[in-house]
């Protein structure tokens, strides 16, 4: 068995979650709702306050598809119900960060301001150096705050660019004059 796929999600108060034609899940929570079509083959339960995923036998694809499936469903009931956030670090002399509405505004030593508009559902807010991503899609934020880090990577001599706030740079030792 799965050791994440045969682990059932635990619907907490307040979230509903609703199986249609074509195992079509609908989460709904406090902070909104989430739709996604998944895998067919799994068969997708609620019972007595869980969501219970079982798959029909035991080809590699399937046990790829049940741990897969499980995860997806508890991503959206957390998304739901606590919301996901993802906080980024603008490093380097000059380089700034601003919002303006929806529009983020990066000033990364270009010769131009390189702007994003957020995506619908996803909200980003900037402190200072520090850039916070959030919404209830577990993936539509992580695609964002990658797509932000994407405009300045990190460099390993002096830590310039954008990195996540829990990401570690392995920094490298500069030029030696000679001798």
């Known amino acids: 068995m799965s050791r994440i796929g045969r682990l059932p999600v635990a619907i907490p108060a307040g979230v509903e979650v609703k199986i249609a034609e074509g195992n079509v899940v609908t989460v ?12 067919i083959e799994m068969e997708i339960k609620v019972e007595d306050g869980h969501v219970v995923v079982t798959r ?43 919002k303006q509405g929806n529009k983020l505004t990066l000033n990364l030593g270009y010769s131009h301001p390189v702007e994003m508009i957020d995506p619908e559902g996803i909200e980003s807010a900037v402190d200072g150096n520090k850039i ?7 993936e539509k934020v992580g695609q964002y705050a990658a797509e932000i880090r994407d405009k300045r990577r990190p460099e390993p001599y002096k830590g310039k660019g954008i990195k996540y706030a829990d990401e570690v740079i392995r920094r490298k030792v500069g030029k030696t004059g000679k001798k």
């Open 28 to 39: 709904k929570g406090p902070k909104g709702t989430l739709e996604r079509a998944l895998p």
């Open 56 to 98: 029909p036998n035991d080809l590699k694809k399937m046990k790829a598809l049940h741990g897969l499936t499980r995860s997806l469903i508890h991503n959206m009931v957390i998304g739901v119900s606590e919301g996901y956030k993802k906080v980024l670090e603008v490093n380097g002399v000059g380089y700034r960060a601003a």
């Open 132 to 138: 916070t991503v959030s919404g209830i899609s577990k």
